[in-house]
T-cell receptor, first 114, second 108 residues
Framework: NAGVTQTPKFQVLKTGQSMTLQCAQD?????MYWYRQDPGMGLRLIYY???????DKGEVPNGYNVSRLNKREFSLRLESAAPSQTSVYFC?????????????FGPGTRLLVL | GIQVEQSPPDLILQEGANSTLRCNFS?????LQWFHQNPWGQLINLFY???GTKQNGRLSATTVATERYSLLYISSSQTTDSGVYFC??????????FGKGTLLTVNP
């Protein structure tokens, strides 16, 4: 059981380049999330997917797109990277059991945009 | 949107000491969770606690929803407790909002 996996672990982009961050979970969770974490700040929600086939904007969606490819996979795409998108990106999935939620996080992707 | 404030921002302890971390939030919540981010960046869910009290080993948490705050207690701290502790709340928009965290350093 690998939990939540993310690729790549680290990436350097030039301004204007595009890339896709991949996320997969093997826990059969319905809900998946993308967050970004900047120095000295908590995590901010970019997009989430409550179930396969649905996505919705979070707090900071501008400059990003997402795809919920199937129940396991939720990808985040930067179409034209900007230095302001330099951050650590975390994917998470969650389950509800006995009326309480537990979110499970991937190891993160460190992105540097020059 | 809902505001989340955590205090203190930084805390340094000697191994064996106890500590209390606080999370204040600006509106009623459906969901409140505490997370620990270790020094290598891994995030772990500690508690789901929109109200009441829970305990898990040396850690316990209490949320007083009517007064809009939650407390995380760490007893007999260990160096492995070091890291950042985040409180996250979900308000009427059904999305988790994180506080800025408390950076805990436990010295041997």
């Amino acid at each position: 059981n690998a939990g939540v996996t993310q690729t790549p672990k680290f990436q350097v982009l030039k301004t204007g380049q595009s890339m896709t961050l991949q996320c997969a979970q093997d826990m059969n969770h319905n809900s998946m999330y993308w967050y970004r974490q900047d120095p000295g700040m908590g995590l901010r929600l970019i997009y989430y997917s409550a179930s396969e086939g649905t996505t919705d904007k979070g707090e900071v969606p501008n400059g990003y797109n997402v795809s919920r490819l199937n129940k396991r996979e939720f990808s985040l795409r930067l179409e034209s990277a900007a230095p302001s998108q330099t951050s650590v990106y975390f994917c998470a999935s969650s389950r509800w059991t006995s009326g309480q939620e537990t979110q499970y996080f991937g190891p993160g992707t460190r992105l540097l945009v020059l | 949107g809902i505001q989340v404030e955590q205090s203190p921002p930084d805390l340094i302890l000697q191994e064996g000491a106890n500590s209390t971390l606080r999370c204040n939030f600006s509106d009623s919540v459906n969901n409140l969770q505490w997370f620990h981010q270790n020094p290598w960046g891994q995030l772990i869910n500690l508690f789901y606690i929109p109200s009441g009290t829970k305990q898990n080993g040396r850690l316990s948490a209490t949320t007083v929803a009517t007064e809009r705050y939650s407390l995380l207690y760490i007893s007999s701290s260990q160096t492995t407790d070091s890291g950042v502790y985040f409180c996250a709340v979900e308000g009427s928009n059904y999305k988790l909002t994180f506080g800025k965290g408390t950076l805990l350093t436990v010295n041997p």
